[in-house]
């Protein structure tokens, strides 16, 4: 059994204080993997019912079952969007695109329960990059293939288009923004976006205006720490054929 808490690793960043932390959960007694920047929880090994769903959702949007695909991922955070994707047995190649060399290192050095799966997975490449940067940029989302597109982009780095972690990040949910990112997409490829908020209709035009076939969909789970359930948003978006 583990110790009650463990801090395993903590560093300060250009965005803030980031840290991976550890604790047993009492009423489970399993395991809970959490991080934080600074003050904020950015994510925990408690809830994953939307990244998971962020992934099955996406790609069940591309339904050629024969077709091998290439899959672009923005956010590793604790790996579980990721790891849901490589189960996808149509799945040929990840690159997941991460901004805190930090997040790369813990899943390298196998200290979150899904690193070891990831990293040693020959089918997954981890990019130190800033995704909402590359994804209007010459090179794209793949450094080692200067223009690569992609079946499927899944984003997961902001907690909505209208809360963004860096004021910077809000260009890429306009349409322009989203013009570029479909740019990414082979025909007919797919978009999709994980939000903590409820379907933003304003965002979904957006959508609209870029992809020819949009949806919200309300992912529900039950919430152990507030009671009842709670829930987040998976927008899917296709792109023209």
Not at 176 to 189: E, F, V
Request: proline fraction near 7%.
């Amino acid at each position: 059994m583990s110790v009650r808490f463990q801090e395993i690793d903590w560093r300060p960043t250009p965005i803030g204080e980031i840290s991976l932390r550890r604790r047993r959960d009492p009423a489970s007694g399993d395991d809970v993997y959490e991080v934080k920047l600074g003050d904020e929880f950015l994510m925990s090994s408690l809830f994953t019912e939307g990244e998971v769903a962020l992934a099955r959702l996406g790609l069940a949007g591309l339904p050629d079952p024969a077709s091998p695909l290439d899959v672009a991922v923005g956010g590793l955070g604790l790996g579980y969007t990721a790891r849901a994707v490589l189960d996808d047995p149509r799945v040929r190649s990840l690159v997941v695109v991460e901004a805190l060399g930090e997040v790369v290192d813990w899943h390298e050095r196998h200290l979150v329960p899904l690193g070891a799966g990831l990293a040693t997975d020959a089918r997954c490449r981890f990019v130190h990059g800033d995704f909402f940067s590359m994804v209007g940029g010459t090179v794209g989302l793949d450094p080692e293939q200067p223009g690569r597109r992609f079946h499927a982009v899944l984003l997961d780095i902001d907690h909505s288009p209208r809360h963004v972690l860096h004021p910077g990040n809000a260009a890429l949910y306009r349409p322009a923004g989203l013009r570029a990112l479909a740019d990414r997409l082979h025909s007919g490829g797919v978009f999709a976006l994980w939000s903590n908020d409820p379907p933003d209709e304003e965002f979904g035009a957006a959508l609209a205006e870029v992809f020819t076939e949009t949806a919200a969909h309300v992912v529900s789970f039950p919430n152990p720490l507030q009671g009842g359930t709670a829930s987040n948003t998976v927008y899917v978006a296709r792109a023209a054929r």
